[in-house]
């Protein structure tokens, strides 16, 4: 079946625009998950959304970062003002349901903040 | 919360030979897996593994969660093995078994 998708692949933007990142997870699985990968900090936690619960945004860098997950699949994460400390590949990973069960990664966003 | 050790960073090895990546974690775990990201960048699911041993083709992995480590063998490795390995643990008291990332084995193998 279907992977887990994310658009755009790559984005180029000046510092200062806005940004919005797609993610696609995999169909049915109800947890998901976006951190970033950058060269300084690693693979780090940003955002968790389960079913129809409060997301736990305790990852988020700072208030420029919001992330929305519509209709229970599909998730956008906005960056404002963006930064180029921002710059990063982020990671968006969907699991079936339970707490134990395997997360499963999108091929990522590369952002670059010119 | 959890802290993700993993050893060594980076490992050179010749095709066909076996290997041992190890992550040691500092805290109870209800979600260990081992991920292989390829040139593109893309994170590859290996193993989940909170406990126990499982096998998959060359590879293998082996987790003591009461020692609170977790072992990745490459056996007869070969040159698509190379990238990067990464341990994540999620533990019991993070909401939703978020995982936290190891720092990563950067494994290369020249034929």
């Known amino acids: 079946g279907a992977g887990v998708s994310q658009s755009p692949s790559n984005k180029v933007t000046e510092k200062g625009k806005d940004v919005e990142l797609r993610c696609d997870p995999i169909s049915g699985h109800t947890a998901l998950y976006w951190y970033r990968q950058s060269l300084g900090q690693g693979l780090e936690f940003l955002i968790y959304f389960q079913g129809n619960s409060a997301p736990d945004k305790s990852g988020l860098p700072s208030d420029r970062f919001s992330a929305e997950r519509t209709g229970g699949s599909v998730s956008t994460l906005t960056i404002q003002r963006t930064q180029q400390e921002d710059s990063a590949v982020y990671l968006c990973a969907s699991r079936p349901g339970q707490s134990t069960d395997t997360q499963y990664f999108g091929p990522g966003t590369r952002l670059t903040v010119l | 919360g959890i802290q993700v050790e993993q050893s060594p960073p980076d490992l050179i090895l010749q095709e066909g030979a076996n290997s041992t990546l190890r992550c040691n974690f500092s805290?109870?775990?209800?979600?260990l897996q081992w991920f292989h990201q390829n040139p593109w960048g893309q994170l590859i699911n290996l193993f989940y593994?909170?406990?126990g041993t499982k096998q998959n083709g060359r590879l293998s992995a082996t987790t003591v969660a009461t020692e609170r480590y977790s072992l990745l063998y490459i056996s007869s490795s070969q040159t698509t093995d190379s990238g990067v390995y990464f341990c994540a643990a999620g533990g019991r008291e993070t909401s939703g078994s978020r995982l936290t990332f190891g720092e990563g084995t950067q494994l290369t193998v020249n034929p």
């Open positions: 593994i909170p406990s």
């Open positions: 805290d109870s775990v209800n979600n």
